[in-house]
Nanobody
Framework: QVQLVESGGGLVQAGGSLRLSCTAS????????MGWFRQAPGKEREFVAA????????YYRDSVKGRFTISRENAKNTLYLQMNSLKPEDTAVYYC?????????????????????WGQGTQVTVSS
């Protein structure tokens, strides 16, 4: 089972950037598809981005396309989310997730139940 720990969250002004990291241990990170989700106060957790085990395929929700980039370094067991041009509506707790290995389409990667393991989350706050 993969253990996941997120880091890199914080407070940033609108238009700024942050890079989130998710470090994995105890499992086969390099063979796992990975995803980022977020949950804003009073809202349900939602899909942000996903990446295949090799990094060859990436998927994004429409509202972050062109601003966020998901990537991974399998040699370091680390997943990243580079967030640029941040907006107040990006404020949320961001979670990484592992295990959507059987997925091949957006609808599968964006579904929370496709993932087996979750981190504890890191807070991102964007001020206007």
């Amino acid at each position: 089972q993969v253990q996941l720990v997120e880091s890199g969250g914080g407070l940033v002004q609108a238009g700024g950037s942050l890079r989130l990291s998710c470090t994995a241990s105890g499992g086969t990170f390099s063979s796992s598809a990975m995803g980022w989700f977020r949950q804003a106060p009073g809202k349900e957790r939602e899909f942000v981005a996903a990446i295949t085990w090799s990094g060859a395929g990436t998927y994004y929700r429409d509202s972050v396309k062109g601003r966020f980039t998901i990537s991974r370094e399998n040699a370091k067991n680390t997943l990243y989310l580079q967030m640029n041009s941040l907006k107040p509506e990006d404020t949320a707790v961001y979670y990484c997730a592992a295990g959507a290995n059987y997925c091949s389409i957006y609808g599968c990667y964006s579904r929370q139940t496709s993932y087996l393991n979750w981190g504890q989350g890191t807070q991102v706050t964007v001020s206007s």
